[in-house]
């Protein structure tokens, strides 16, 4: 269906969109807000839903014949969801724990997904009013303070120290020895997706995920690290996909800019 929709268009719209719902998250960040748990015990603010209000809104005037999944919407059964070949995959509010912090390091995420692939992305940062964003066969682009953009690239690997991403708020023991098993390395620690940020713009050679997200966590910054000439695998390095499951949980991944290491001999066997 992609074939007939002009990608570089819709991500344009979709920047736009995300800038939206992030001046919708910054009114309330910097006011008194309200915090929910949702039933995994995950925080739940009124920035959150704010947000999916408006993305959903804007991607149903947009495309009013593609579907919308969003983790604030209502749990769709895979039995509907397999039918679906084209997608709007949303993440309102990603990195609600850096929003509660208030440490800025929360994104939107938008992505389009089609037939288990992320084909388009839109990642909009509020607080530093940054936007990453690509589409299949267009590249990748960053733009500050809605300013001009910039092509984005992952780096290859030097002979210098390893630059590793890692969760601010999500450890796991898996991670740690991980870690160890890769040696000396310069490790960044961020919230949200900008991890793969990192990545696709060259700041870090990996990031190595051994803990829980779920696909709208992943979809948008997915395939910006890919457009930028990076890769997102699952733990057996073949590419991480979308919608072929019952559950909406990813499991394990790697992203990387560079394909001439296999960065699973580092687990434990």
């Not at 089609?114 to 936007?131: M, Q």
């Amino acid at each position: 269906m992609t074939q007939s929709l002009d990608l570089e268009s819709l991500c344009r719209a979709c920047v736009n969109i995300a800038r939206q719902a992030g001046s919708k998250i910054l009114e309330i960040y910097n006011s008194e807000y309200s915090i929910q748990h949702k039933d995994d015990k995950s925080p739940l603010t009124d920035a959150d839903l704010a947000s999916h209000h408006v993305i959903v809104a804007a991607l149903r005037a947009l495309t009013p014949d593609i579907p919308v999944l969003s983790e604030e919407s209502a749990k769709l059964p895979f039995a509907e969801r397999s039918r679906w070949n084209i997608y709007w995959l949303v993440d309102p509010l990603d990195g609600t724990r850096e929003f509660i912090k208030r440490n800025g390091e929360f994104t939107v995420n938008i992505a389009l997904i089609e037939h288990h692939k992320s084909v388009l992305g839109v990642i909009h940062v509020p607080v530093l009013d940054v936007d990453y964003y690509g589409w299949r066969d267009g590249g990748s682009y960053k733009a500050e303070q809605a300013g001009p953009a910039s092509a984005i690239q992952v780096k290859k690997l030097n002979r210098g120290r390893l630059t590793v991403a890692g969760s601010r708020s999500h450890g796991s023991e898996d991670m740690q020895r991980y870690m160890q098993n890769l040696g000396d390395v310069e490790a960044i620690s961020m919230g949200s997706s900008l991890k793969f940020c990192l990545v696709a713009e060259g700041r870090a050679d990996l990031y190595p995920r051994l803990g829980l997200t779920s696909e709208w966590d992943t979809a948008a910054a997915q395939c910006i690290v890919e457009q930028a000439g990076g890769y997102v695998t699952k733990t057996d390095m073949n590419p991480l996909e979308y919608n072929t499951k019952d559950s909406l949980l990813n499991p394990f991944f790697f992203v990387f800019g560079d394909n001439s290491v296999d960065w699973s001999r580092h687990l434990d066997k």
